[in-house]
Structures are given as structure tokens and as C-alpha cells.
């Protein structure tokens, strides 16, 4: 995985766990001024001691929000399970689940394998920015053998992760009811009526990246 750090001292921090084919560039224009932010993308491994230590050398005092987005919920899940030293203000899942591929709960293993093998890039933007796609022309994707790469990282790391091994608690879920990447209802099954989280789901009418509907 990569990381892209804006730290300036600032005491909000956005820690943010981007989806699939996400890019600091995605993000960065979303950001509060008065958040510094770190940003994960394009996973090819689930080695944390990179992230770790930045968030170790962080000021005691800093109030760090984790967001996790798409796929990067699932990430987000196993970064959490994995530590328990680091405290955070809020923990925000959007439009992604624990899973992350999941035929119940996250994006069907038929339908993420069939993407692989027919991945279109100009396709899969128009999916994931709808309406907003005319505004992201400033915004970055690595080549399309990259992301089918990526995807096949997905796919073998879902896999070796079927269980959830604790209670993650989420502070706010927010599900796109025009998603047509990460079906809205799937998500549903998973936050309602799997894990019955008593979590407040706000729904809101938009596509898969949703940030230009919601801001942290």
C-alpha cells in the first residue's frame, strides 16, 4: 500500500483508507483546512508498520478521525484488528462493509472476479463519480494492468480474511442510494441486519464516491 502524508502539525488529523483504484488526488480536494491527513491507497500488501509509525510519531494531543471508503472499509478492519494502541475521535464507514467481497455482505465474489477480467477504466469512472464525473477531470488513476492487479489483491486477500475477529464500534455509516459499485442494499445486510449496529446510517442521494454530497 502507499502513503500520502500532509502532516503540519494541525491538531485534526483524517486518516483515510481509500477504495479500490483510489488516488490522494480523489481526496485532497475534500479535505477541511484545518485537517492534516494521511491516505492509503492502491493495497498491493497488508504490511501496517509504515502507517504505524506515522501515527506513532504524531502529537499525543492530535484528534485523528479514521475513514474508510469502498474497499477500504475492509482494510480499515484489518488495520483495527490488528492494533489497539491507537484511539480515535470517530471511525466513519462509507459505501463498503467489513467484508468487502461477500456474497451477502459486500460486492459478490462472481461479479469482483468478472470485473477483474473485463475491466474497463473509462467504465468504471463513469460508475463510480455518475453525475459528478465532469468534475474530477484534474483527478488521477494509475494504468488499467495496475488496477486489474489490484483487484486480483483483493480478491486474494478477501479470501484469507472470512471471519471478523472483533467488534469494530463505527461512530457514523454512510451508504449511497445511487451506488453502482457497492450495491446499496448488500450494504444494508450488512450494517442492519448482520451486525445490527445501533450506528447511525445516513443514506444519502448520490453515487459511489460520495464526497462531493458529504464532507467529514
Not at 126 to 135: H, Y
Request: neutral net charge; hydrophobic residues 45%; charged residues 20%.
Amino acid at each position: 500500500m502507499n502513503l500520502d502524508c500532509n502532516l503540519n502539525h494541525q491538531e485534526n488529523v483524517l486518516l483515510i483508507f481509500g477504495g479500490f483504484a483510489s488516488h490522494p488526488s480523489h481526496f485532497i480536494p475534500f479535505i477541511p483546512k484545518n485537517y492534516d491527513s494521511i491516505i492509503l491507497y492502491h493495497y498491493q500488501h497488508l504490511n501496517f508498520n509504515a502507517l504505524n509509525l506515522v501515527l506513532n510519531r504524531l502529537n499525543k494531543e492530535s484528534k485523528i478521525t479514521l475513514l474508510g471508503f469502498s474497499m477500504g472499509v475492509f482494510i480499515a478492519r484489518i488495520f483495527l484488528e490488528s492494533q489497539d494502541s491507537i484511539s480515535f475521535v470517530r471511525k466513519i464507514a462509507i459505501n463498503g462493509t467489513e467484508y468487502g467481497i461477500h456474497s451477502r455482505f459486500g460486492i459478490p465474489p462472481k461479479l469482483f472476479k468478472l470485473t477483474q477480467k473485463t475491466f474497463d477504466l473509462e467504465t468504471f469512472k463513469l460508475n463510480l463519480f455518475g453525475e459528478f464525473l465532469a468534475q474530477t477531470q484534474n483527478f488521477l488513476f494509475l494504468d488499467s494492468q495496475i488496477l486489474r492487479e489490484e483487484l486480483g489483491f483483493f480478491i486474494k486477500t478477501c479470501a484469507q480474511f472470512p471471519n471478523l475477529k472483533s467488534e469494530i464500534v463505527w461512530n457514523q455509516i454512510v451508504i449511497s442510494k445511487k451506488d453502482l459499485i457497492f450495491n446499496t442494499q448488500f450494504q444494508r445486510n450488512f450494517w442492519i441486519d448482520f451486525k445490527n449496529s445501533k450506528t447511525p446510517i445516513l443514506e444519502l442521494d448520490a453515487p459511489h464516491f460520495v464526497f462531493f454530497s458529504w464532507q467529514v
